[in-house]
């Protein structure tokens, strides 16, 4: 949990300009974030399709949610995140009928937030436990992996 009173990290999203112009968000049009993160990317685009537009943001992290909720919940009812896998993005759009979609945006890659957390295992400059979860809910981390397979798993 994210206590109200601490500054929530500071994030620069990678190639924001680029995808942009990619994507060319237009007022009114719904945008799938599949990698939401600290709500960056899906910030700049929210900013081309209000009014009326929509983005439904998703991030397996659910501390990366938790960080977009509260960096984005100004938009109100124009973000939807949702902390799942982006493999079960069919089933997402009908939970929350996201219907139609103009765009979708994969970002994929860890962010500044799980290599610079040094408890997330992803560093190799932090003194940590190897985890490289992006899920920590999940059960395995790396360090079961890597000392229970053997060579040839």
Known sequence: M??????????VPVLVNQIIEGLNPQPGERFIDCTVGLGGHASAILERILPDGKILGIDTDPQAIELANAKLAHYGEAITLVNDNFINIEDICKQHDFYPIDGILFDLGVCSLQLDTAQRGFSFHLEAPLDMRFDTNQGLTAADLVNTLGDRN
């Open 2 to 11: 994210i206590a109200l009173d601490v500054p929530l990290p500071t994030h």
